[in-house]
């Protein structure tokens, strides 16, 4: 069974810091998904990959397929980055979708 | 562009009582989803639809059943609440689900309560 484990679960930070949120997977993925889930509910697609490294202004996201590993970074944190940062797989030849992590709870404080 | 919508936002239901989740989406996207999110538990996926006329089940589909009425809705019926189908459901759209590397917008959920 594929699962998808994120650490740490929660994460509280003073504004300025350097972030990183870990997401570790026990199958072969054709690609990893990071969204982010704000206080109001909504989802929102951050980055997708399958190797390497993706930078979207201050946010980076790095996967090593043979280590089954993916980290999230967030550079210079600010308030509105808090949120819940949720890691996602898609197994090789996966016929069920998506597998969801649980979720890494982020808050930034001024 | 609304991108995906769901209605409504929120609902109570008495155990027993019967509602239908709406979701629709303006993208063109053959792909649907049904997820439900749960606290302490990652979303999971309960039913979805890979292209218009084809649904299939995921994870968590007992209690409900879905209805892809066209290429833009996709409704999640509830035919007897209980109050373990107490979550936040959510609705999502890719352009291809047989497409391993694809992209999944979400709509902005609904929490469902059920007594």
């Known amino acids: 069974k594929n699962e998808v484990e994120q650490s740490p679960q929660n994460l509280t930070a003073q504004e300025g810091e350097f972030i990183t949120i870990n997401c570790s997977y026990s199958?072969?993925?054709?690609?990893l998904h990071w969204l982010q889930q704000h206080p109001g509910g909504g989802i929102v697609s951050l980055f997708m990959?399958?190797?390497g490294k993706k930078k979207h202004g201050r946010l980076i996201a790095t996967i090593n397929i043979q280590e089954k590993h993916s980290s999230l970074h967030i550079t210079a944190s600010h308030p509105r980055d808090s949120a819940v940062y949720i890691c996602?797989?898609?197994?090789?030849?996966?016929?069920?979708?998506?597998?969801f992590g649980k979720g890494t709870h982020l808050i930034i404080q001024p | 562009n609304a991108g995906v919508t769901q209605t409504p936002k929120f609902q109570v239901l008495k155990t027993g009582q019967s509602m239908t989740l709406q979701c629709a989406q303006d993208m063109n996207h053959n792909s649907m989803y049904w997820y439900r999110q749960d606290p302490g538990m990652g979303l999971r996926l309960i039913y979805y639809?890979?292209?218009?006329?084809?649904?299939d089940k995921g994870e968590v589909p007992n209690g409900y059943n879905v209805s892809r009425l066209n290429k833009r809705e996709f409704s999640l019926r509830l035919e007897s609440a209980a109050p373990s189908q107490t979550s936040v459901y959510f609705c999502?759209?890719?352009?291809?689900?047989?497409?391993?590397?694809?992209?999944?917008?979400f709509g902005p959920g609904t929490r469902l309560t059920v007594l």
């Open positions: 199958v072969g993925i054709s690609a």
């Open positions: 996602a797989v898609r197994a090789l030849g996966g016929a069920d979708g998506l597998t």
């Open positions: 639809s890979a292209s218009e006329g084809t649904t």
């Open positions: 999502a759209s890719s352009v291809d689900y047989r497409t391993e590397y694809n992209e999944q917008f």
């Open positions: 990959l399958s190797s």
